[in-house]
């Protein structure tokens, strides 16, 4: 590693920025489910944005953690992906991307167990317990942040580290007062050194970061592509990273120097880690995923912005998904300022004028040359946001192997559904329940890996808000998500059709409806049919439970009314591998959550030179063809 990382790295190092407080421009991760720093609080607002990482995003941001009820003895199944299947990652960013604006990068990172043996989302004590607590950190007790309620993704070690080594002290800071001696929790965007779980803030505020890193580069989306070979070069994907010893084999032994010359004439030794071993991340310009201004909103392609991730050969029970958004503004090169710039020198300082008379007590150096308006005007200008990084992590998900009898060469697309229970203004800025993706192009013969979760700790709904139960803990209460999968005739309808007429699931030999598989996917493994220890039947129609003499809300909350799905146990399913063999245009949507005028839980495959013929409600449209043909051949991210 040169000596003269300082000035280097400060120059190539993208400006991802910020930590200012309360704050209203966030990205959010809908697709795997983005925590925002909730775990497993029931409030519209999260308890701790402290909790894991530093998101930068509004506390009410979201979605509540992905289980049914319950301490550790209540287990709720854990997403899984397979292996070369392909994953629509979604997220809304507020601020413009792809526009001339502002400078704008996303990054998309992963990390598991061999990134942290101890990564988890926290597990509660008991039913009442949210474990939102941040994950203690006593150097004295490493042990201190082992308990399984406290959610970690970031090493006890990883954090020692970062604490311990000295800042990039090349690096542009703006009139932001940092010391040169301060460690790496000390950032232009971080100046106090504030903990946020267990990350390192020079590693989150700047990529890619030049010392050993657990996150695994997926896909950086920029505004300047001429860097993209130097983003793929420089990834620990392929490069390895330095960190300065006490002894080659003291590896948990951190020095403070933070490069190879520093580090060796006080006697450290400069150890370099492995790089991952896996391929650079892939690297696009960020008018891919072109949106407005203050708007969470759709791209032009009238999606929200999205990256289709091909899950890697890399199997572990446990990782976590992460995006970085930043925005930099074009008053200053973010890709080229340095510490040269710093205090005085720097071309940004705090709430600056636009020429005028110089106000009372704002000395000359800090006004901007007169524009010839004949008065100030005051520009709102926080230099610790000029360049501002937000981001948002995943729950916990496996990778696994394929199952022995599907091909490596087998195409499976992962269907699954976002959002939370309540209607559009409670959900914000998460969203309402929809299928992802909406809309799918596929081949016969490829698979759909059908599985989704939700949660059981969502603010309460109640049914004019949201669909169904079951209650919260034997009260009155809705806070369940729940969702199915049925075909219709087409999208502009709200209604099944009758099983035996379904043709988007057909038997690969026969030609006829999957019978099983259609049912699963509407029932989602209920109890239908099956007593309790009284005998008693787990599942109960609507009107046998108004004839018990239940209120129309009440019937509608019941954990035996299976019609809203009430009897699933946990908010998680899993439809398993289904194979597409009929050509056609496929209408499906959820029974449950679909509720016209309100919201809409619908989508719609499209399945080319499938073995069989669909009925004819099910033939593609030309207009859906030609959509097919350019979405199969051109692809989208």
Not at 223 to 249: H, I, L, M, W
Not at 288 to 309: F, K, P, V
Request: one cysteine or more; charged letters at 25%; aromatic letters at 10%.
């Amino acid at each position: 590693m040169s000596s003269n990382l300082l000035v280097i790295s400060s120059i190539l190092a993208i400006l991802l920025a910020c930590v200012l407080q309360n704050t209203y421009a966030d990205v959010y991760m809908h697709n795997p489910r983005g925590s925002n720093d909730r775990n497993c609080e029931t409030n519209v607002n999260r308890n701790n944005g402290n909790r894991l990482f530093d998101s930068q995003n509004n506390g009410k941001g979201g979605y509540a953690c992905p289980r049914a009820v319950g301490g550790p003895d209540v287990v709720t199944p854990r997403m899984y992906f397979y292996a070369g299947s392909q994953l629509p990652v979604e997220w809304t960013q507020q601020h413009s991307c792809g526009t001339n604006n502002a400078y704008c990068d996303i990054i998309l990172q992963y990390m598991c167990e061999d990134g942290n043996p101890n990564i988890r989302d926290g597990t509660p004590k008991d039913e009442h317990d949210p474990a939102t607590d941040t994950v203690p950190f006593d150097a004295n007790n490493p042990a201190a942040s082992e308990g399984s309620r406290y959610g970690q993704h970031e090493s006890y070690d990883y954090y020692k580290r970062c604490r311990t080594r000295r800042r990039n002290s090349g690096l542009f800071l703006a009139d932001q007062r940092v010391s040169r001696t301060n460690d790496a929790t000390r950032t232009r965007q971080n100046p106090g050194g504030n903990r946020n779980g267990l990350e390192c803030p020079e590693e989150r505020d700047y990529f890619p970061y030049w010392h050993p890193t657990p996150w695994k580069d997926i896909a950086v989306f920029t505004s300047n592509v001429s860097r993209c070979e130097f983003y793929k070069t420089e990834s620990q994907n392929v490069a390895p990273k330095g960190d300065c010893r006490k002894s080659e084999a003291e590896i948990n032994e951190a020095l403070p120097w933070n490069n190879e010359k520093e580090c060796v004439e006080n006697g450290g030794v400069w150890k370099m880690f492995a790089s991952h071993g896996i391929a650079p991340p892939e690297c696009f310009s960020s008018a891919n995923l072109w949106t407005r201004d203050n708007h969470l909103g759709n791209t032009h392609e009238g999606y929200a912005s999205n990256y289709n991730w091909t899950i890697p050969e890399d199997f572990h029970k446990s990782c976590v998904l992460r995006v970085r958004y930043n925005i930099s503004t074009a008053d200053y090169n973010p890709y080229v300022l340095d510490s040269s710039r710093n205090w005085e020198l720097s071309p940004i300082k705090q709430d600056q004028f636009n020429g005028g008379p110089i106000p009372e007590g704002v000395a000359p150096e800090d006004a901007y040359p007169d524009k010839g308006y004949g008065w100030e005007t005051a520009n709102a200008i926080n230099t610790n946001q000029y360049g501002r990084t937000f981001q948002d992590r995943s729950y916990l998900f496996e990778i696994r192997k394929r199952p022995d009898d599907i091909s490596k060469n087998a195409k499976i697309y992962n269907l699954n559904v976002r959002g939370k229970r309540g209607n559009i203004v409670q959900t914000y800025p998460a969203v309402e329940y929809d299928f992802v993706p909406q809309f799918l192009v596929v081949q016969g013969g490829d698979y759909l890996h059908i599985q989704w979760t939700g949660s059981d700790y969502n603010p309460n709904r109640q049914p004019n808000d949201a669909e169904g139960g079951p209650p919260y803990l034997n009260t009155n209460q809705a806070r369940a998500d729940r969702s199915n999968l049925m075909q219709m005739d087409n999208s502009a309808l709200n209604q099944a059709r009758k099983i035996d007429d379904v043709t988007m699931f057909l038997d690969e030999k026969t030609g006829k409806p999957k019978v099983d598989v259609i049912k699963k996917l509407a029932l989602i493994d209920q109890p239908i049919g099956e007593v309790d220890e009284n005998n008693e039947p787990l599942c109960l129609t609507y009107s046998a439970l108004r004839k018990k003499g239940l209120s129309q809300n009440d019937a509608e909350r019941d954990a035996r009314n299976c019609g809203k799905l009430n009897g699933a146990k946990t908010p998680y399913f899993d439809g398993g591998l289904v194979r597409m063999v009929a050509s056609g245009s496929f209408k499906y949507y959820s029974s449950r959550n679909n509720n016209f005028s309100n919201r809409s839980q619908k989508g719609e495959v499209v399945v080319l030179n499938g073995w069989f013929a669909a009925a004819s409600e099910a033939k593609i449209s030309a207009a859906v063809f030609v959509v097919a043909l350019l979405v199969a051949f051109a692809g989208i991210f």
